[in-house]
């Protein structure tokens, strides 16, 4: 596998930059179907990365991962949630 290869899911994000030109994902597509974020729950920095761990209108979490020197989105992580809205287990 090269190093270009991506090691998650690749998905198409709309983001908005916010006066300081920071993007901050507002929904994604991934298989064709279009998610939007309600909620970005919490998000953080690697060396490499930018992630983002949001919530749809559903509740379900996603780990949203941008990869800056491939200027690239990647799905590395999705916790549906049961039917009350409640994030299932398994997702940090």
Not at 17 to 28: D, L, M, Q
Not at 60 to 67: F, G, H, K, S, T
């Amino acid at each position: 596998m090269s190093e270009d290869a991506p090691a998650f899911t690749v998905v198409a994000v709309e983001c908005y930059a916010g006066y300081r030109g920071e993007e901050t994902p507002r929904r994604f597509t991934v298989a064709g179907c279009q998610i939007g974020i309600a909620e970005i729950v919490d998000r953080w920095l690697a060396p490499d990365h930018r992630y983002f761990k949001v919530q749809d209108t559903q509740g379900d979490l996603y780990i949203l991962r941008n990869d800056v020197a491939a200027d690239r989105w990647e799905l590395t992580s999705c916790r549906p949630a049961d039917a009350r809205g409640v994030p299932t287990r398994g997702l940090a």
